[in-house]
């Protein structure tokens, strides 16, 4: 008999977390070997009651402070602190790391998981933006797989089977456009937080919904895509989908274009990455073709959406920028989720940062790092005046 796939998960009390445990739940011959939660302990010790887990960390010590882990099970290991992270990340008994923390926190879990030449599942897109160079770099000298777990990406890479890497002519990108897709300019100034959170066609953790609400999902996922892919920027195109049915598509230099479709449900492309190169039965509902559908591809809007095109400039450019645009972003996004910080002015921030950033071509970690906290403070510091 075969061993079970020993998987870690990084940010199993998330959106992401729980569709991956869910995957393992219906899936034969996957064990969860290690998971980590930051502040809802709860659900994180319910997970390990459920997937007795070797470890579990609390990367929060202020949140496991006073938190009363006795309902784990005995043979599970606790360990509090980020620190652990790495641990778990590359532990020789792991076989593939979901990484599933979100932004730039994710971002050391990835690396440990990709230096020790571990196969990634891929969802935290933050690491590839802040440090795609480097991780697309350490994964070549290690031996590590990084397979896509965003949608889109899952989708390009199964369409890319389709032929040779010298045969691709563009990738084209879907968008749902988010919940103010036909929202005029003097509509978007006003919207609120729990209008941007209500994705319509995703259930996703809050960053990331309002990232799809402004488009910068859409200017990450663009930056992912040149690294996952290592493709220029010129050769990446987005379209506004709203149905997200079609999850991107490749077009070769024939011009035959071969997208992929499924129903909206993350666990395909994270079944398809826990199960690579092989397809298993599916857990997510096949498309219902039985009645009738529109589908629907419309040009973006740049002017009503302008963060798609910082992420065009970011992948065009590389270097310090990702870090910085991403940095610049966490810290908007954060300040309009507590409404210190209009909807608007969330890109209209992360351009004006970019733009005074002493930029670098080929950084290493700790001036990205740098940039990180530059981009932060200077986010900070547009909000005060
Ligand atoms: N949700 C989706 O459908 C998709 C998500 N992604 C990407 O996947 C990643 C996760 O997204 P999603 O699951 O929606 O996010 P959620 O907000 O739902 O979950 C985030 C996870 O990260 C943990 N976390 C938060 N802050 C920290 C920190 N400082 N240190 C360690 N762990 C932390 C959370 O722990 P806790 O909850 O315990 O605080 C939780 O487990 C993001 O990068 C996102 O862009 C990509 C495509 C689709
Ligand atoms: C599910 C997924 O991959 C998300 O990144 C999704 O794509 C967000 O929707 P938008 O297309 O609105 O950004
Ligand atoms: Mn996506």
């Known amino acids: 008999m075969t061993q079970p796939k ?15 445990l869910d995957v393992v739940r219906q899936t034969d011959g996957m064990s969860v070997f290690a998971m980590s939660g930051h502040s809802a302990l709860e659900s994180l010790v319910e997970a390990a009651k459920e997937f007795q887990p070797k470890f579990v960390v609390a990367t929060s010590q202020s949140a496991a402070d006073g938190f009363d882990f006795g309902d784990l099970p005995a043979g599970t290991e606790l360990l509090v602190g980020s620190h652990h992270i790495a641990q778990i990340a590359s532990a020789p008994e792991v076989d593939v790391v979901v990484a599933a923390i979100v932004g730039i926190a994710g971002l050391p879990g ?16 933050e690491s590839l933006v802040v440090a795609g160079s480097l991780i697309t770099a350490m994964a070549a000298s290690s031996g590590s797989r990084i397979l896509p777990v965003d949608s889109e990406h899952s989708a390009v890479f199964q369409a890319l089977q389709s032929g040779q890497p010298n045969e691709v ?8 456009g988010g919940p103010f897709r036909d929202f005029s300019d003097s509509e978007l100034k006003t919207v609120t937080v729990e209008q941007a959170l209500a994705h319509p066609t995703w259930q996703m953790g809050d960053k990331i919904s309002v990232d799809s609400a402004t488009m910068m999902n859409k200017a990450l996922e663009v930056i992912e895509a040149r690294w996952l892919f290592d493709l220029p920027a010129a050769k990446i195109e987005v379209v506004v989908h709203p149905q997200s049915i079609v999850h991107s598509m490749v077009e070769f230099v024939d011009h035959s274009t071969v997208a992929q479709l499924s129903p909206p449900d993350m666990r395909l492309p994270i079944q398809y990455a826990l199960t690579w190169p092989d397809r298993i039965a599916g857990v997510s509902p096949p498309l219902d073709l039985s009645r009738p559908q529109t589908l629907e591809f419309i040009p973006p809007d740049t002017d009503r959406f302008p963060a798609l095109k910082l992420g065009f400039d970011v992948a ?11 940095a610049a972003n966490e810290s908007a996004v954060a300040a309009f989720l507590k409404r210190e910080l209009s909807f608007t002015d969330i890109a209209i921030a992360c351009q004006e940062i970019l733009e005074q950033h002493d930029f670098i071509a080929d950084p290493n970690l700790e001036q990205l790092m740098a940039c990180d906290q530059w981009a932060r403070q200077e986010l900070a510091k547009w909000i005060s005046v």
């Open 169 to 176: 002519s563009r990738i084209v990108l879907t968008a749902s």
């Open 110 to 125: 990835t690396m440990a998981a990709v230096e020790a030449g571990k196969t990634v599942a891929l969802a935290n897109k």
């Open 316 to 326: 065009a450019r590389g270097g310090t920028s990702g870090a910085v645009l991403n």
């Open 6 to 20: 020993r998987i870690s998960i990084l940010g199993v009390t998330g959106s992401i977390g729980q569709s991956t």
